[in-house]
DNA sequence: ATCGGCTCGCGCAA
DNA sequence: TGCGCGAAGCCGAT
């Protein structure tokens, strides 16, 4: 492979710095930030290309922050359990993981300094810590930096500006997947290190490194572990038991019809391609039931990406559309029927027993189930004080318990419930104006409500449902 | 059980 | 400039 072929412009890579190679440099390091897999990985494809075009090995570095904003000792743990998988499948491609605690532009400049690195090549994250870090450490090295965007089937440079709604970028997703969803290749590193050589960092055993962990709050949950087995475990599982019906039953409590892979894709123990490559190759599955899933899979959680990528307020209220706000602020000084603080929602007291169950299967499980995550939002803009308040209690809490915590799926949701984010207007009533009002009487009606309120009760006598 | 209206603005056809 | 239609609803009429 040519450098320069390789490193030709394309919409899934972007240069934070100029240049090419030095010629005295004795590797490419892979940041790896996102994309915590070896697999299906075009950020990793990209290191290993042009370390084999230098003839030159990779070494990947994960550099963990001891802390990270709302992050809990539930989010590293999974984080960890993932690398175990991601060292070993690294290995089987002749690359080594260096894991390394610190703040993760100074730990990947230090090492590439270390290692005389010719080249440090990123993987793509919108939220803005991640463009903060890549920043960061663009100014800190001299070698050429480049980054792609590995967890999106569509590269976000395809869309420079926020989309209005999830039907404004649909059709241009739709046109462009013929290009980008087509399976990843496996790259193998030609030149590996040598034993003597290789780059020393933390061994990767999830508890010595949990040790390292400062992040406080909320520990581990049961029954839901990281890594890339045990997502491509459930990818399987999921595409046999629950896919062919996945279209009419996605919304059953009793048991779960949705993949409960939202976490493993947060982290990037596996990646898009992997699970919309799966679902297009299953065997009997109706049309309908196919569809259903890679319209969120990809419409909506790359909508939700182009929100984070493009909108600075992506965890704001100010960052919903206009004519929401304005309703929402002609409301303002409505009577709130009741009105919890921030505490009494968080231990799932409100007189609603369908919303505390939503609220107390999150803190137990680190997941909520996906029709009730709507419902949730909505009522916590209900019966706070003002939509503000109510979009940062409902963040807040999404970003503690969710197993999948500060991914743009969440940002988006909270901001579709309570600031009509890709909605619009619907007839206008307290509190909510015109945005979107969903009923306790309507969900009851339409959701196995008492299934689910049961279920979550086993769950807190420590019964646990679908592992 | 099913249907229309509610209300705003984007994107495309003209 | 006009028009169709949309991130998962609600309500009342038939």
């Known amino acids: ?47 290993i290309a ?30 960890i359990e993932g690398l175990v998988d991601t060292e070993r499948d690294l290995e089987a491609l002749r690359v080594p993981l260096v894991v390394r605690f610190g703040n993760p532009p100074a730990v990947v400049a230090k090492l590439a300094t270390e290692l005389n690195a010719a080249a440090v090549i990123g993987d793509e994250n919108p939220v803005r810590i991640g463009e903060q ?43 462009l997947l013929p290009e980008y969803l087509k399976p990843v290749p496996r790259l193998v590193a030609r ?42 475990k459930r990818l399987h599982t999921f595409i046999k038991e629950r896919l062919p019906r ?57 909508v939700a990406i182009n929100f984070v990528a493009r909108n600075p307020k992506y965890d704001e209220l100010s960052g919903c559309p206009e004519w929401a706000l304005a309703t929402l602020a002609k409301h303002a000084s409505d009577p709130r029927k009741y009105n919890y603080s921030a505490k009494k929602l968080e231990a799932g007291e409100s007189h609603d027993p369908l919303w505390n169950a939503a609220q107390r299967e999150m803190v137990i499980t680190g997941r909520m189930h996906n029709y009730l995550r709507m419902y949730w939002a909505k009522k916590i803009l209900e019966w706070a004080p003002d939509a503000e308040t109510a979009f940062n209690i409902a963040l807040d809490l999404n ?23 890709h909605d619009r207007p619907w007839p206008e009533r307290p509190i909510f104006g015109t945005v979107r009002f969903m009923s306790y009487e309507s969900t009851r009606k339409k959701f196995d409500s008492d299934g689910y309120i049961a279920r979550v009760r086993s769950l807190e006598q420590g019964k646990l449902f679908d592992a």
């Open 246 to 302: 996945y279209a009419a039953d996605r919304n059953e409590p009793t048991p779960y019809m949705t993949s409960e892979l939202s976490a493993h894709l947060h982290f990037g123990q596996i990646g898009p391609h992997t699970i919309a490559l799966a679902v297009e190759a299953a065997e009997d599955i109706p049309d309908e039931s196919r569809e259903a899933f890679l319209e969120e899979l990809i419409v909506r959680r790359e």
């Open 191 to 232: 030149r590996p290190w040598s034993d003597s050589d290789r780059p020393k960092g933390e061994k990767i055993d999830t508890k010595s490194l949990m040790k390292e962990v400062k992040a406080a709050g909320v520990g581990p949950v049961q029954g839901y572990q990281g890594g890339t087995d045990e997502a491509i």
């Open 1 to 47: 492979m040519d450098i320069t072929r390789l490193w030709a412009p394309n919409a899934r890579v972007r240069f934070m710095t100029e240049g090419q190679p030095s010629a005295e440099g004795e590797c490419v390091v892979y940041w790896m930030q996102r994309a915590q897999r070896a697999r299906d990985n075009p950020a990793l494809n990209y290191a």
């Open 133 to 175: 870090w890549r920043d960061q450490l663009a100014k800190k090295i001299h070698v050429p930096f480049h980054l792609v965007d590995a967890d999106v089937i569509v590269p976000t440079s395809h869309f420079l500006r926020e989309e209005y709604a999830a039907r404004t970028i649909r059709p241009k997703i739709h046109r």
């Open 399 to 421: 970003d503690r318990y969710e197993m999948d915590g500060r991914d743009p799926n969440g940002y988006t949701g909270v901001a579709w419930a309570i600031g009509g984010k």
């Open 50 to 79: 042009t370390a084999n075009a230098l003839k030159l090995p990779v070494v990947t570095v994960f550099a963990l922050a001891p802390t990270y904003p709302n992050a809990q000792r539930r989010h590293y743990q999974f984080l």
